[in-house]
């Protein structure tokens, strides 16, 4: 699996570019001017003894003075009365429900503090993603209202609810519209209260408003099957994917779902069986999802729906008008050669597409008919619920308001005015608007354009429940009482429609006593409480129907066709995608630290958006990285710096939305710019492709606050790859080792291990870089965020980071020396690896034996000890750490003043977790494999008196993992997961030429790269 | 103070006990038993009944003893829901009192039963009320004559005191008078001076003398260098240890009297050392399980009625008066450490008083160990895991093997000498 392949991790490294080789030379951006101060102009100047004495004197006046200090007083304040359920320093977990995904929170003294996933979710089976673990911080978000608002002043309840009613009485005897515009609700009591609401208020209407919307994909099913559903996909059971453009790994529809299933047929238990899906993907940006792929296409967008023609016609046999062939000759032959392996899959296939175009996707609904998918990899009898919006309503709506008709608006997690393509015109129809209600928690664009803001509580602090999926629902229970004076919006719909149930806790448990628990056959109290235990109820699944796509086709081909010409750029200009971000999503969590320092998967880009484009296109256009461009379509100009994206289709542009709120709060504002208005409306639904000018601005460059090459290695070897191929002919080759064993000597003595090796064993094949676990850590470990300027310095705090390398496809595998670079014609064919990288543990760690304090020391349990009271900061062990894993605190990162928005002030403080200490300024830290999870672990089994079992302790980064990944255990233990795992004849350690023998074994990637379609 | 009042009660207790045994020969025949009324009544009613006051239900003393209605006693005590229910107005008015909190119902009880419990309660009461009238009279003669007050202790302190700073004063005013004389010769008589005039020559001769000797003075010099560096070295070794910190509490609470005299466990108000990271200081609600009742008079349980919230003469919480007891911490560990409780309390099976000291005698808590780590390690170093009875132990091979060698597997063995036990 060693090979002589060329892995880089961005085009700096590539091009070994000066700045590189300056920057990589040191561990830390800013060296400490020791050179200077020896030589220069340092020693030479003269201190005068008098200053010298002042000095002197005003340091051992100061060191006693401080010394002088009276010990403070600890006041120590217990409850009044202790609820039963809490013991102070022992956490609880509750079940409840984010996203459609069943979660435990864990509190501490009636506080949340971390989610973690259910083990018995559905969707995810105990794996979240990074924005559910993230969405705790909303809870302790600064920004939020503390109570009601009228006009822009604070208000009481009562004096609001009198003015909604008598507003609402007013615009019912006046019959004018009243609408509920919302993202898309599942929640089947949430539902019946809007319902409650109609039937009070006829004139009502409900508008499912998701800002990037999946209606293209309910509506193709409205007009091939008649069902109006968005279908849950099972990649779980198809060995052939074929994707156009759908970022399934990404945000799109059920991300932790998907990576579930999909890692499901590539992951260990997948290769033992010698089998292994397949994944081909045709996309203009370089997507999560395309980076995970075995065989990646790029494609302009204005392409994508011309090859779904072609690769119809391919598998049907037939040729729909107006079929071309593509622009590259190289996506004409991988078209071809994914119908054959489609139409070899039959039955076993699936083809999905990110477009949010009807046409496309009923065309998408021809070939899964085509090729058995429905029933089989594709299920339109028990649909998700997870998206609903419909957009042609959402323009409805601004015509109304236009037109006078609509007399109340209600805002319910929904943004329109930062996110709706149109804001401004939406803005200024809502002015029009006599009563305009918003349920934000804190007062975002919209909400603060409405008169009222009914403050909305987190989903940490309500009841509240949720439907995502056909038979699967899930509860919402309160973590903590509401921190502010906030109530639930359905609350304030119940009382605003005088509904005879005042309490929406007991409308949550009506609903479920007669509609849910019955279902599972629970009831009363006792089916209450069963429920309150497990978090979900699911229902027997119907059986999933086969579907005939059985209508014509010509039509829907010529809708295609005209409308990628539309979005087809002509010589001057380039095609221009704007696309979900990874991290902040539409925006939603622009104000979250955590995810604006989670670094982009692909781009590695932290606190921005940025304009992507294919290196070959920017040299056409004499554009460098970092310069500004002012970017023009669909009649909104905005200014962006450019980053040069390997693997982005030539000609084209992405934009990341989610990016430049003005209303989010601190740490959201004037982050990136605004990519919404570049979307478009288009045969009744928003579309994200456009035709755009490039403008270069000039002055000063952006740089951009990557961290892409921020740990490098200096090219050495650290990522092992191989094909299904030769894995399979390596396995049937077992037993011939090659060279045989090596002889190594050690220059350290071995360490007791008289209980425990922790060790680690992460699986490349099954990671996809979603970064879910540099969240968890982040959560768990109470790691700091830095902000763009410290990331810029190369001082982001993370403990676990994923290093993204590039290397080139086939076609470039002769290079290997950076000199054959320039043969290159693009940098289309890159494929991509992702390697979780955290202290390795080393059993002969380099650091340890350069701290000149023993701050970092070896335990007998395999772990490497960072002790942060005994650390002085020489930062030695960050020096001779080949992992490049360790961080310095370079500030007081909790009470520095500027870092005043993250994690310091009072109220969002509480989010710490209280069993780790807070690091001080001028120490080193790095990943402890969550020693306190650890020794939690050990003493629940000691209280037990039972021994330890394997799998009990879990780690953040592997709890989160949806893909299960990172597998961590005792090596000691020869039956564990991990020891199993390490077994493999994948395993590989990182650096192991080193000797330094780490506890983190690598298994290599696998790609199901088969001769044919490689060579394309 | 204290002893003396206990005297007194004995007294008085020993008193009323002779007119009680007399006034009880007298009328025990006549009425009812009253010594099985009196096993009746500790058995059934003390748990929500007191003879002189109210607790969850009223004072049964006044109460008996001005209801004359045997009958309906009776009922009411065998029966009191039936009653209720019967809408008696008397019923009513003593179910609404006491927020309609029903009474046990007592059908078990015959009528001889009820009889007798009555006959004792009113003959009880009867004693008590002339109990504290006869405790009265006596005692205030007696508070004036017997041990000295702490205010006379302190007056006759301060004399001392000041005689002694009045002598230290003289003698300085003596020595300053001396020298002045020695300055004026003139006033001296002559042969005083002469004598002065050699002693003071003699003396400066020795020191001279003793200066000479480089052996003398370097062990002095070697000794003070000494003294003055184990000063500093053990100043500064001890800085921020907090050995023997007893701050005063904002309620003066006697583990003594709780955990020596009583003999409550320590887990009663501790469970989380039993259970988690910290031992905590007990929440208010555990005081009342008890101080519902007992010393319902002292300023000291007001305190804590008084952070609750609570009238102890209606028995209400207002939650609107509450507001929390700060007490000063007093084992503080750095934050940098870890420690749990039930690890040492459960797993190793340590005796709180291994670390806090004799708690069961401390009227106030002070800070028993010096909490350092060095402190921490010692005990690490020299105490032995106890395996037995735990199965978690059950397949450490290694473990085993070494104690089958005949080692001692202390916490230090297993690891708990290392940094990351404790700071992570």
Same mark, same amino acid.
């Given at each position: 699996?060693?090979?002589?392949?060329?892995?880089?991790?961005?085009?700096?490294?590539?091009?070994?570019?000066?700045?590189?080789?300056?920057?990589?030379?040191?561990?830390?951006?800013?060296?400490?001017?020791?050179?200077?101060?020896?030589?220069?102009?340092?020693?030479?100047?003269?201190?005068?003894?008098?200053?010298?004495?002042?000095?002197?004197?005003?340091?051992?006046?100061?060191?006693?003075?401080?010394?002088?200090?009276?010990?403070?007083?600890?006041?120590?304040?217990?409850?009044?009365?202790?609820?039963?359920?809490?013991?102070?320093?022992?956490?609880?977990?509750?079940?409840?429900?984010?996203?459609?995904?069943?979660?435990?929170?864990?509190?501490?003294?009636?506080?949340?503090?971390?989610?973690?996933?259910?083990?018995?979710?559905?969707?995810?089976?105990?794996?979240?993603?990074?924005?559910?673990?993230?969405?705790?911080?909303?809870?302790?978000?600064?920004?939020?209202?503390?109570?009601?608002?009228?006009?822009?002043?604070?208000?009481?309840?009562?004096?609001?609810?009198?003015?909604?009613?008598?507003?609402?009485?007013?615009?019912?005897?006046?019959?004018?519209?009243?609408?509920?515009?919302?993202?898309?609700?599942?929640?089947?009591?949430?539902?019946?209260?809007?319902?409650?609401?109609?039937?009070?208020?006829?004139?009502?209407?409900?508008?499912?408003?998701?800002?990037?919307?999946?209606?293209?994909?309910?509506?193709?099913?409205?007009?091939?099957?008649?069902?109006?559903?968005?279908?849950?996909?099972?990649?779980?059971?198809?060995?052939?994917?074929?994707?156009?453009?759908?970022?399934?790994?990404?945000?799109?529809?059920?991300?932790?779902?998907?990576?579930?299933?999909?890692?499901?047929?590539?992951?260990?238990?997948?290769?033992?069986?010698?089998?292994?899906?397949?994944?081909?993907?045709?996309?203009?940006?370089?997507?999560?999802?395309?980076?995970?792929?075995?065989?990646?296409?790029?494609?302009?967008?204005?392409?994508?729906?011309?090859?779904?023609?072609?690769?119809?016609?391919?598998?049907?046999?037939?040729?729909?008008?107006?079929?071309?062939?593509?622009?590259?000759?190289?996506?004409?032959?991988?078209?071809?050669?994914?119908?054959?392996?489609?139409?070899?899959?039959?039955?076993?296939?699936?083809?999905?597409?990110?477009?949010?175009?009807?046409?496309?996707?009923?065309?998408?609904?021809?070939?899964?008919?085509?090729?058995?998918?429905?029933?089989?990899?594709?299920?339109?009898?028990?649909?998700?619920?997870?998206?609903?919006?419909?957009?042609?309503?959402?323009?409805?709506?601004?015509?109304?308001?236009?037109?006078?008709?609509?007399?109340?608006?209600?805002?319910?997690?929904?943004?329109?005015?930062?996110?709706?393509?149109?804001?401004?015109?939406?803005?200024?129809?809502?002015?029009?608007?006599?009563?305009?209600?918003?349920?934000?928690?804190?007062?975002?664009?919209?909400?603060?354009?409405?008169?009222?803001?009914?403050?909305?509580?987190?989903?940490?602090?309500?009841?509240?429940?949720?439907?995502?999926?056909?038979?699967?629902?899930?509860?919402?229970?309160?973590?903590?009482?509401?921190?502010?004076?906030?109530?639930?919006?359905?609350?304030?719909?119940?009382?605003?429609?005088?509904?005879?149930?005042?309490?929406?806790?007991?409308?949550?448990?009506?609903?479920?006593?007669?509609?849910?628990?019955?279902?599972?056959?629970?009831?009363?109290?006792?089916?209450?409480?069963?429920?309150?235990?497990?978090?979900?109820?699911?229902?027997?699944?119907?059986?999933?129907?086969?579907?005939?796509?059985?209508?014509?086709?010509?039509?829907?081909?010529?809708?295609?066709?005209?409308?990628?010409?539309?979005?087809?750029?002509?010589?001057?200009?380039?095609?221009?995608?704007?696309?979900?971000?990874?991290?902040?999503?539409?925006?939603?969590?622009?104000?979250?630290?955590?995810?604006?320092?989670?670094?982009?998967?692909?781009?590695?880009?932290?606190?921005?958006?940025?304009?992507?484009?294919?290196?070959?296109? =920017?040299? $056409?256009?004499?554009?460098?990285? #970092?310069?500004?461009?002012? +970017?023009? &379509?669909? /009649?909104?100009?905005?200014?962006? @710096?450019?980053?040069?994206?390997?693997?982005?289709?030539?000609?084209?542009?992405?934009?990341?939305?989610?990016?430049?709120?003005?209303?989010?709060?601190?740490?959201?504002?004037?982050?990136?710019?605004?990519?919404?208005?570049?979307?478009?409306?288009?045969?009744?639904?928003?579309?994200?492709?456009?035709?755009?000018?490039?403008?270069?601005?000039?002055?000063?460059?952006?740089?951009?606050?990557?961290?892409?090459?921020?740990?490098?290695?200096?090219?050495?070897?650290?990522?092992?790859?191989?094909?299904?191929?030769?894995?399979?002919?390596?396995?049937?080759?077992?037993?011939?080792?090659?060279?045989?064993?090596?002889?190594?000597?050690?220059?350290?003595?071995?360490?007791?291990?008289?209980?425990?090796?922790?060790?680690? =064993?992460? $699986?490349?094949?099954?990671?996809? #870089?979603?970064?879910?676990? +540099?969240? &968890?850590? /982040?959560?768990?470990?109470?790691? @700091?965020?830095?902000?763009?300027?410290?990331?810029?310095?190369?001082?982001?705090?993370?403990?676990?980071?994923?290093?993204?390398?590039?290397?080139?496809?086939?076609?470039?595998?002769?290079?290997?020396?950076?000199?054959?670079?320039?043969?290159?014609?693009?940098?289309?064919?890159?494929?991509?690896?992702?390697?979780?990288?955290?202290?390795?543990?080393?059993?002969?760690?380099?650091?340890?034996?350069?701290?000149?304090?023993?701050?970092?020391?070896?335990?007998?349990?395999?772990?490497?000890?960072?002790?942060?009271?005994?650390?002085?900061?020489?930062?030695?062990?960050?020096?001779?750490?080949?992992?490049?894993?360790?961080?310095?605190?370079?500030?007081?990162?909790?009470?520095?003043?500027?870092?005043?928005?993250?994690?310091?002030? $009072?109220?969002?403080?509480?989010?710490?977790?209280?069993?780790?200490?807070?690091?001080?300024?001028?120490?080193?830290?790095?990943?402890?494999?969550?020693?306190?999870?650890?020794?939690?672990?050990?003493?629940?089994?000691?209280?037990?008196?039972?021994?330890?079992?394997?799998?009990?302790?879990?780690?953040?980064?592997?709890?989160?993992?949806?893909?299960?990944?990172?597998?961590?255990?005792?090596?000691?233990?020869?039956?564990?997961?991990?020891?199993?795992?390490?077994?493999?004849?994948?395993?590989?350690?990182?650096?192991?030429?080193?000797?330094?023998?780490?506890?983190?074994?690598?298994?290599?990637?696998?790609?199901?790269?088969?001769?044919?379609?490689?060579?394309? | 103070?204290?002893?003396?009042?206990?005297?007194?009660?004995?007294?008085?207790?020993?008193?009323?006990?002779?007119?009680?045994?007399?006034?009880?020969?007298?009328?025990?025949?006549?009425?009812?038993?009253?010594?099985?009324?009196?096993?009746?009544?500790?058995?059934?009613?003390?748990?929500?009944?007191?003879?002189?006051?109210?607790?969850?239900?009223?004072?049964?003393?006044?109460?008996?003893?001005?209801?004359?209605?045997?009958?309906?006693?009776?009922?009411?005590?065998?029966?009191?829901?039936?009653?209720?229910?019967?809408?008696?107005?008397?019923?009513?008015?003593?179910?609404?009192?006491?927020?309609?909190?029903?009474?046990?119902?007592?059908?078990?009880?015959?009528?001889?039963?009820?009889?007798?419990?009555?006959?004792?309660?009113?003959?009880?009461?009867?004693?008590?009320?002339?109990?504290?009238?006869?405790?009265?009279?006596?005692?205030?003669?007696?508070?004036?004559?017997?041990?000295?007050?702490?205010?006379?202790?302190?007056?006759?302190?301060?004399?001392?005191?000041?005689?002694?700073?009045?002598?230290?004063?003289?003698?300085?005013?003596?020595?300053?008078?001396?020298?002045?004389?020695?300055?004026?010769?003139?006033?001296?008589?002559?042969?005083?001076?002469?004598?002065?005039?050699?002693?003071?020559?003699?003396?400066?001769?020795?020191?001279?003398?003793?200066?000479?000797?480089?052996?003398?003075?370097?062990?002095?010099?070697?000794?003070?260098?000494?003294?003055?560096?184990?000063?500093?070295?053990?100043?500064?070794?001890?800085?921020?240890?907090?050995?023997?910190?007893?701050?005063?509490?904002?309620?003066?609470?006697?583990?003594?009297?709780?955990?020596?005299?009583?003999?409550?466990?320590?887990?009663?108000?501790?469970?989380?050392?039993?259970?988690?990271?910290?031992?905590?200081?007990?929440?208010?609600?555990?005081?009342?399980?008890?101080?519902?009742?007992?010393?319902?008079?002292?300023?000291?349980?007001?305190?804590?009625?008084?952070?609750?919230?609570?009238?102890?003469?209606?028995?209400?919480?207002?939650?609107?008066?509450?507001?929390?007891?700060?007490?000063?911490?007093?084992?503080?560990?750095?934050?940098?450490?870890?420690?749990?409780?039930?690890?040492?309390?459960?797993?190793?099976?340590?005796?709180?008083?291994?670390?806090?000291?004799?708690?069961?005698?401390?009227?106030?808590?002070?800070?028993?160990?010096?909490?350092?780590?060095?402190?921490?390690?010692?005990?690490?170093?020299?105490?032995?895991?106890?395996?037995?009875?735990?199965?978690?132990?059950?397949?450490?091979?290694?473990?085993?093997?070494?104690?089958?060698?005949?080692?001692?597997?202390?916490?230090?063995?297993?690891?708990?000498?290392?940094?990351?036990?404790?700071?992570?």
């Amino acid at each position: 699996m060693e090979s002589n392949k060329k892995y880089w991790k961005g085009l700096e490294e590539l091009n070994n570019t000066p700045e590189f080789v300056e920057l990589n030379k040191h561990e830390f951006a800013e060296p400490i001017p020791i050179e200077d101060v020896l030589s220069g102009t340092g020693l030479t100047g003269k201190t005068p003894r008098r200053n010298f004495l002042k000095t002197l004197g005003f340091g051992l006046g100061a060191v006693s003075l401080a010394a002088c200090q009276k010990t403070p007083v600890h006041k120590s304040i217990p409850y009044l009365i202790k609820p039963e359920e809490v013991t102070p320093g022992v956490a609880n977990f509750y079940v409840s429900s984010y996203n459609g995904q069943s979660i435990l929170v864990k509190t501490r003294e009636g506080r949340p503090i971390k989610i973690e996933g259910n083990p018995g979710d559905i969707l995810g089976q105990g794996g979240v993603n990074a924005q559910t673990q993230a969405s705790l911080l909303e809870l302790y978000n600064a920004n939020r209202l503390k109570g009601p608002m009228q006009d822009g002043g604070e208000t009481a309840w009562s004096a609001l609810d009198s003015f909604v009613k008598n507003e609402l009485a007013a615009i019912k005897a006046s019959g004018k519209q009243i609408r509920i515009v919302s993202s898309t609700i599942n929640s089947p009591s949430s539902l019946r209260v809007i319902n409650d609401f109609i039937a009070q208020y006829p004139t009502t209407k409900l508008v499912n408003y998701d800002p990037i919307s999946l209606t293209g994909i309910i509506q193709a099913n409205q007009n091939s099957f008649g069902k109006a559903v968005l279908p849950r996909y099972s990649f779980d059971k198809a060995d052939v994917i074929v994707s156009f453009g759908a970022d399934f790994l990404g945000p799109w529809i059920s991300q932790a779902e998907h990576m579930r299933q999909y890692v499901s047929k590539r992951s260990h238990q997948a290769l033992e069986g010698k089998k292994m899906s397949r994944h081909i993907q045709f996309e203009s940006r370089m997507s999560l999802t395309g980076s995970n792929a075995d065989t990646r296409i790029p494609v302009k967008p204005s392409e994508e729906g011309v090859a779904l023609i072609n690769l119809y016609n391919a598998i049907s046999g037939t040729s729909l008008p107006g079929s071309k062939k593509l622009s590259s000759a190289a996506a004409d032959t991988a078209i071809t050669l994914a119908a054959k392996e489609l139409v070899a899959a039959k039955g076993r296939a699936l083809v999905v597409a990110g477009s949010n175009d009807v046409a496309i996707q009923v065309l998408v609904n021809a070939i899964n008919s085509l090729l058995g998918s429905y029933g089989t990899t594709i299920d339109l009898d028990n649909p998700s619920y997870q998206y609903k919006g419909n957009d042609a309503e959402m323009v409805a709506l601004l015509n109304d308001m236009k037109s006078g008709q609509v007399g109340a608006v209600f805002f319910l997690n929904a943004n329109p005015v930062y996110n709706y393509y149109q804001s401004s015109a939406f803005a200024d129809a809502l002015k029009k608007v006599r009563l305009r209600v918003s349920f934000a928690d804190y007062a975002d664009e919209t909400a603060s354009q409405c008169n009222v803001i009914a403050t909305n509580s987190h989903f940490l602090e309500s009841w509240g429940d949720e439907n995502s999926v056909e038979g699967y629902y899930t509860i919402v229970q309160p973590t903590i009482n509401p921190v502010y004076d906030s109530r639930k919006a359905e609350q304030s719909l119940l009382v605003w429609s005088d509904n005879p149930v005042k309490d929406y806790y007991t409308y949550v448990r009506n609903t479920w006593n007669t509609n849910i628990l019955p279902q599972a056959g629970l009831a009363g109290q006792n089916g209450w409480e069963t429920l309150l235990q497990t978090g979900f109820v699911k229902t027997t699944a119907k059986p999933a129907g086969t579907y005939t796509f059985s209508r014509d086709l010509n039509a829907v081909a010529q809708t295609i066709l005209s409308q990628s010409a539309k979005v087809a750029a002509p010589v001057g200009k380039l095609e221009l995608q704007v696309f979900e971000s990874n991290t902040v999503l539409d925006g939603r969590y622009a104000n979250n630290p955590w995810l604006q320092e989670l670094p982009d998967p692909i781009s590695k880009v932290t606190w921005d958006n940025y304009v992507a484009i294919a290196p070959k296109t =920017a040299k $056409d256009m004499k554009l460098e990285e #970092g310069d500004v461009v002012k +970017v023009t &379509a669909n /009649n909104y100009t905005t200014e962006l @710096p450019i980053l040069l994206q390997p693997g982005q289709a030539q000609g084209t542009i992405s934009i990341a939305l989610g990016y430049g709120r003005t209303k989010s709060g601190k740490v959201g504002d004037a982050v990136g710019k605004n990519a919404f208005p570049f979307l478009a409306f288009a045969n009744g639904t928003f579309q994200g492709n456009t035709v755009a000018t490039l403008e270069a601005v000039g002055g000063d460059k952006v740089v951009l606050a990557q961290t892409q090459t921020h740990h490098s290695y200096e090219g050495r070897d650290v990522i092992r790859e191989t094909t299904l191929q030769q894995y399979l002919k390596k396995s049937e080759e077992k037993g011939e080792k090659e060279g045989g064993e090596k002889e190594t000597y050690s220059l350290w003595d071995e360490y007791d291990r008289p209980q425990y090796d922790w060790v680690m =064993a992460i $699986d490349l094949n099954a990671c996809t #870089g979603c970064g879910a676990c +540099v969240v &968890a850590c /982040n959560v768990e470990n109470n790691v @700091p965020v830095v902000g763009r300027d410290e990331v810029r310095r190369r001082r982001e705090m993370h403990w676990i980071r994923i290093d993204r390398y590039y290397s080139f496809d086939e076609k470039g595998k002769n290079v290997t020396e950076e000199k054959e670079i320039d043969k290159l014609e693009n940098l289309d064919n890159v494929s991509v690896t992702y390697q979780p990288m955290l202290c390795q543990h080393c059993d002969h760690a380099p650091c340890e034996t350069v701290c000149p304090v023993l701050a970092t020391t070896h335990s007998s349990e395999g772990l490497n000890q960072m002790t942060y009271n005994r650390c002085v900061g020489t930062r030695y062990c960050a020096n001779n750490c080949p992992y490049k894993v360790r961080r310095f605190n370079w500030f007081n990162y909790w009470n520095d003043s500027r870092f005043e928005n993250y994690l310091q002030n $009072d109220y969002t403080e509480l989010v710490l977790n209280p069993d780790v200490t807070t690091r001080f300024r001028g120490v080193m830290e790095k990943c402890s494999m969550c020693v306190q999870r650890i020794q939690a672990g050990k003493l629940n089994a000691k209280l037990q008196k039972r021994p330890l079992a394997d799998g009990e302790i879990k780690v953040a980064c592997q709890q989160t993992c949806p893909t299960n990944a990172i597998i961590f255990g005792n090596a000691k233990d020869p039956n564990s997961e991990v020891s199993k795992a390490l077994k493999s004849e994948r395993t590989y350690y990182v650096l192991e030429e080193l000797n330094v023998k780490p506890g983190i074994g690598y298994q290599a990637k696998v790609r199901n790269r088969e001769a044919a379609t490689t060579e394309a | 103070m204290r002893k003396f009042s206990l005297l007194l009660k004995q007294f008085s207790r020993s008193v009323l006990l002779v007119a009680g045994l007399a006034t009880m020969g007298l009328s025990a025949h006549a009425q009812a038993d009253v010594a099985k009324g009196e096993a009746l009544y500790k058995a059934k009613c003390t748990s929500c009944h007191k003879l002189d006051q109210r607790m969850t239900g009223p004072a049964l003393g006044p109460a008996i003893t001005s209801e004359t209605d045997d009958k309906w006693l009776t009922k009411w005590i065998q029966n009191n829901q039936a009653l209720i229910a019967a809408k008696d107005p008397k019923a009513l008015k003593i179910y609404n009192e006491y927020n309609q909190a029903g009474m046990n119902v007592f059908t078990e009880l015959s009528d001889g039963d009820v009889a007798n419990i009555i006959a004792y309660v009113r003959t009880e009461y009867k004693k008590m009320q002339a109990a504290p009238a006869a405790g009265a009279a006596t005692g205030g003669a007696a508070a004036a004559s017997d041990t000295p007050s702490s205010f006379m202790i302190f007056g006759l302190l301060a004399v001392i005191v000041i005689a002694f700073i009045v002598i230290l004063v003289l003698n300085r005013a003596i020595g300053t008078l001396e020298r002045l004389l020695l300055k004026r010769k003139d006033l001296l008589p002559e042969e005083t001076a002469e004598t002065e005039e050699t002693v003071a020559v003699d003396r400066f001769a020795t020191v001279k003398k003793l200066a000479k000797n480089k052996k003398l003075v370097f062990f002095f010099v070697l000794a003070g260098v000494l003294t003055m560096g184990s000063w500093s070295w053990v100043t500064m070794w001890n800085t921020n240890v907090h050995q023997g910190y007893q701050p005063v509490q904002p309620i003066k609470y006697s583990h003594e009297l709780h955990a020596g005299v009583m003999k409550i466990n320590c887990q009663y108000c501790h469970s989380p050392a039993y259970k988690g990271k910290n031992a905590t200081i007990p929440s208010l609600n555990i005081c009342m399980n008890c101080h519902k009742v007992v010393k319902t008079e002292s300023p000291e349980i007001h305190k804590i009625y008084d952070a609750l919230g609570y009238d102890p003469s209606t028995q209400k919480y207002d939650t609107t008066k509450a507001r929390p007891i700060q007490w000063v911490r007093i084992h503080n560990l750095p934050d940098f450490a870890y420690f749990n409780h039930s690890q040492h309390v459960k797993v190793a099976g340590l005796e709180c008083q291994k670390c806090h000291g004799p708690i069961q005698t401390m009227k106030e808590v002070y800070q028993y160990s010096p909490l350092t780590m060095k402190w921490c390690i010692q005990c690490h170093r020299r105490t032995e895991t106890g395996f037995k009875g735990n199965a978690y132990y059950d397949n450490m091979i290694e473990v085993h093997e070494r104690l089958k060698r005949g080692e001692k597997v202390t916490a230090a063995a297993l690891g708990g000498l290392e940094c990351a036990k404790c700071h992570y």
